[in-house]
């Protein structure tokens, strides 16, 4: 194979995507108007509908633009040798593989994010606002990518100096130490995201003694649940729509509840939410996701290991001096249909975790005020109450809400 096919494979396989997930999006477009299911047909009014199907078809007519924004810009780049203009700006600094490999994503990262912030800018300061979603400040918006970029120089820049280094050493045999240094990351970050990382963008505060606090205090000892650590978090900072999360195990295990959840909900509905989050701890599926993850970046590591030497890699994307930073953007783009079929696979996973937490939730607490709290979400987010079946496969990591209703009725 040389390394021209090789190019045209590439650009094969982003075209494919492009199509195919704007095949979806207009299928899934074609059904926003369809009749709510009789099951649903209190979580909007007339007028709220309206605003619902507003709110869809401007995302979807966004959606296009920006997708194919970027398609042309991919492709526009991959045309015209833009890796190999980055990678001699990054050569003409030095000649360290691991200072040119920083440099080169540097570039690359920046460069993304910078073309990237306007239609972002315009997602959160124009549609967010229309539909009365956006509580971002423009300084809060600054701060948060300037905090991102910081964090992305840190651990991102810090990770790809210790994988080319362990390239540099060990050759083919990197994968496993790479493997053992993301591994450690993952856990480290599953166990203290919450401490370390979301007090650089949101406040969190223990939730105080109340009745809200000692409701939930009955329910997880009821469960045996020995939780402690309940936290509410200034979501409302950024935007109006609501969530709830569990993170962290063992002794660093802690559920996360949005203000604008504690606002929206009353207390019944706010611990069967908990019960839902308790039973995805109960069900090990934080353990199970994790260890999935860290399986399924060890196989991926390896088969890099088996084609990054190849100088067909970095020759395909333009670039003629064959490096491993190279290598990985062109391993990346080829991998990327493998990726979808492991993402589809986490997905149906995930919907299948959800059945299970909520039918724990209907089992140790309540079905009813689980419902009515999944409702009020999906209101208080214009949520699509009719997405196509396909869409759902291939996008959703969460059951239909009308799906979720069923099975808790049962």
Avoid: C
Avoid at 104 to 132: N, R
Avoid at 240 to 250: E, I, P
Wanted: proline share 3%; charged share 20%; net charge neutral.
């Amino acid at each position: 194979m040389t390394s021209q096919t090789l190019f045209y494979i590439i650009i094969v396989i982003i075209i494919i995507s492009f199509i195919k997930d704007k095949i979806l999006d207009a299928i899934n477009a074609r059904h926003y108007n369809d009749p709510i299911p009789k099951e649903l047909n209190d979580v909007y009014d007339t007028e709220e509908y309206k605003k619902s199907q507003a709110y869809k078809a401007t995302n979807y007519r966004f959606g296009i633009w920006s997708s194919l924004f970027s398609l042309l810009l991919t492709l526009g780049f991959l045309f015209l040798d833009g890796f190999e203009y980055v990678d001699n700006i990054a050569r003409s600094y030095s000649d360290n593989p691991i200072v040119i490999a920083l440099i080169f994503f540097g570039i690359i990262m920046i460069a993304s994010d910078i073309i990237s912030t306007p239609f972002s800018y315009y997602k959160t300061f124009v549609i967010e606002e229309k539909f009365g979603f956006n509580k971002t400040t423009k300084k809060t918006f600054v701060l948060d990518k300037l905090k991102g970029l910081l964090m992305m120089i840190i651990l991102g820049g810090s990770i790809i100096a210790l994988i080319v280094w362990f390239y540099q050493i060990t050759g083919n045999q990197f994968w496993l130490y790479a493997w053992g240094i993301v591994t450690v990351f993952t856990v480290f970050m599953n166990m203290f995201y919450a401490k370390l990382i979301v007090p650089l963008f949101n406040k969190q505060t223990p939730l105080e003694d109340g009745e809200l606090r000692h409701k939930i205090s009955a329910y997880a000892e009821s469960v045996g649940f020995n939780l402690e650590k309940i936290f509410i978090i200034d979501g409302s900072k950024r935007s109006t729509k609501a969530n709830a999360y569990f993170s962290g195990f063992g002794s660093e295990k802690r559920v996360t509840l949005f203000d604008t959840l504690v606002n929206d909900l009353n207390d019944e509905e706010i611990v069967a939410v908990l019960a839902h989050e308790v039973g995805h701890y109960k069900r090990n599926h934080i353990i199970i996701n994790l260890i999935t993850s860290i399986l399924l970046t060890g196989l991926t590591l390896y088969i890099l290991s088996v084609f990054i030497s190849n100088p067909l890699l970095s020759n395909a994307i333009g670039v003629e001096t064959p490096s491993f930073h190279v290598g990985l953007i062109a391993f990346g783009l080829l991998y990327s249909p493998i990726s979808e079929l492991t993402g589809l696979l986490m997905n149906y996973v995930s919907r299948v975790f959800e059945y299970q937490a909520d039918d724990y939730a209907k089992n140790t607490y309540k079905a009813e005020p689980l419902i009515t709290s999944l409702k009020k979400l999906s209101k208080n987010s214009l949520s699509n109450l009719t997405p196509h079946k396909s869409y759902v496969f291939m996008h959703y990591s969460h059951p239909t809400l009308l799906q979720r209703v069923r099975n808790l009725k049962k």
